[in-house]
């Protein structure tokens, strides 16, 4: 997994709810991918790039790879925070890097998950690979690196 190399995240905090668990009250594994996708599109939100904008342009970014690294287990009613963020663009792949952590009382910081999903930019028309990021997406990432250096 790629290094992150600016301490500023974009924080998206979760409750575990019973629907998220397996019948012992941990967290069923799949439901952490979704956390990542929904903090992924609220980080884009935030930075002011509204998914549904990327798709009226004419371009999507499936998911074509996913490292997830499980180190400490949530709970049922257990709140926590997914982390994430942009690793810096080299190529056509857009690298998110994530940690899901929960603090305690006393602001000791526990990592729960760690996780890479990379990213690349597909033609709606056709589903084809774009071979050159398009100057929308150029753009998205432009106004994530500001939201992020701010």
Request: aromatic share 10%; net charge positive; hydrophobic share 45%.
């Amino acid at each position: 997994m790629a290094k992150i190399d600016s301490p500023k995240w974009f924080e998206y905090p979760i409750r575990v709810q019973p629907h998220h668990t397996d019948y012992g009250g941990v967290v069923w594994h799949g439901a952490y991918i979704t956390w990542l996708e929904s903090a992924r599109v609220e980080c884009l939100r935030a930075a002011d790039v509204p998914f549904d904008q990327l798709v009226s342009s004419g371009f999507d970014l499936p998911v074509v790879a996913l490292e997830v690294r499980y180190r400490q287990p949530l709970t049922l009613g257990m709140t926590a925070i997914v982390r994430t963020r942009l690793a810096p663009v080299k190529g056509l792949r857009l690298n998110w890097l994530y940690e899901i952590v929960t603090v305690d009382a006393n602001e000791t910081i526990q990592v729960c998950l760690t996780a890479q999903v990379t990213l690349v930019a597909v033609s709606v028309r056709d589903r084809k690979v774009i071979r050159q990021l398009p100057a929308a997406v150029k753009k998205i990432i432009g106004q994530i690196s500001q939201y992020f250096n701010e």
